[in-house]
């Protein structure tokens, strides 16, 4: 009778608990969305000696991705069956029809592929090797767990799939807390799973200048929080700007300016401007000092070495939130304005901006620069190449039809402030933003650059800057990547409870939106060496 009882009590739990999960959690679907899916009822077990193979010569983009995703694949060999061996998968074939070509991703990249999963052999085919780097993620997620026999499956799926829009930012910021290199390293992974490929490095700002510059070494040296724990040197930008590139991530710095600079007046109090008190004493700094030579070639300086460190084709430059106040205060500034002939305070702006810009064409290599809305908004004189991020909360769709209307390039990040948290399901609202809603012409929708999330220092460090990032920040990815239609939320929150569990067991401690569970809860001593996965070395085969 009692083991009669227990086998009602465990089975109606198991039951339960397969229930709920069938409720609250896909399994095999990929986030972002693609943008064309056929998925059959078709299951397929994945092979003992699954492989993956490509075409041309070796790539260590490919190599390196096939790498990370393989033991994602093919989970325990034990479990995997191999007694039908025609109904297996046993090989996927990568072709890329431009080979590896490309280091470095562009903004001009092509991430498009398509991917048809059967049994015995799939095909991913791609142009450029980033639609390949896209395809292998996608592929990576349709692959789950058997509910039958804990062995790894796939569904028969075909797809065809290309982003949406080619800028999908997000910002970080590592001047209001320090973020380890490992922290940074984790969130480029969550990028990749979820197809962003910008990240936008706020390096530095008013309360510390981590950058290790060789050129003017005391920047960090006076002005980070600790000049040996907390700074960010050669060898460290050149390993993030490696881990980013070999997962198809752009990696765009940030040196504000001409506000956000007291960390610069630390070790170099001449660049700021000097502010008058009430008495007539100076106490305080503001922005960069726009009138001295020597503020620009000091900036010229310290840009050119960016320039030949980060070799991404654009510079974010700043420009917001600088305050006139420190300029009205000093009668100098008024002086300068009245013998240059400059229209008031936001004059003397647009005379640093229009010399920065002129800085930064002048740089091997000529950039694009992004700048902040307020450049815009203020009316400076900016070049027509120039990329203005309109990150302002309020009616931010005018602000879009406003700049676009004056043919400038527009990115969105003023809906998607995720450092702005609240109780329950917030990522619902990001989910729901169409960014193209502003548009009434074809031509504003062309100069939509892109998206861009952002998460602000202010209350993240080390110890909570992922676990509040994400899956929150999977919304803005999706909206960046699928289709305009990709509006179901219902479906949308299903897939990222897969998406989060699937970050859970990549490492990243993604918090849950709502009541559920993993198959493999976060623990921070999970950490194991992966299996050594079977790459097929390249090969010269037909093209697919």
Known sequence: MLRLCLLILFGTLSYSIVAYDLLTQTHGEVWPKPQQQTKSDQVIP????????YNGDYCEILEKSIQRHYPWIIGLPDRNSETAAESVLKTLQINVSKGCTEDYPTSSMNESYTLDVIAGTSFLKSEEVWGALRGIETFTQLVYN?????????NKTSIVDFPRFNFRGFLIDTSRHYLSVNTIKKHIDAMEATKYNVLHWHIVDDPSFPFQSQVYPDLSREGAFNPYTHIYTYTDVIDVLNYSRLRGIRVIPEF???????SWGVAYPYLLSECIDSDGTSS???????????????????????????PDEILFLGGDEVSYSCWESNPVYQQFIEDSGLSGY???????????????DGLPNKRTSIVWQEVFDNGLSISSDTVVNVWKSGNYETELATVTNSSYRVVLSAPWYLNYISYGEDWVAYYKVEPLDFATTQAQKDLFFGCEACMWGEYVDDTNMLSRTWPRAAAVSERAW??????DVPDAEKRMSELRCRLIQRGIPAEPFDPGFCQFEWDASQYSEQKTPNVVKPQKLEVL
């Open 46 to 53: 994945i092979s003992n000696e699954f492989r993956i193979a």
């Open 146 to 154: 058997s509910r039958e026999t804990l062995q790894k499956v796939v």
């Open 256 to 262: 504000d300016t001409p506000g956000h600079t007291n």
């Open 284 to 310: 305080f700094t503001g922005p960069l000092e726009p009138r001295f030579n020597s503020t620009y070639q000091f900036v010229q300086d310290l840009f050119t070495e960016v320039n030949e460190l980060f």
């Open 346 to 360: 936001s004059g003397l702006e647009s005379y640093y901006i229009q010399k920065l810009l002129k800085l930064v």
């Open 482 to 487: 699928s289709s305009e239609s990709t509006t």
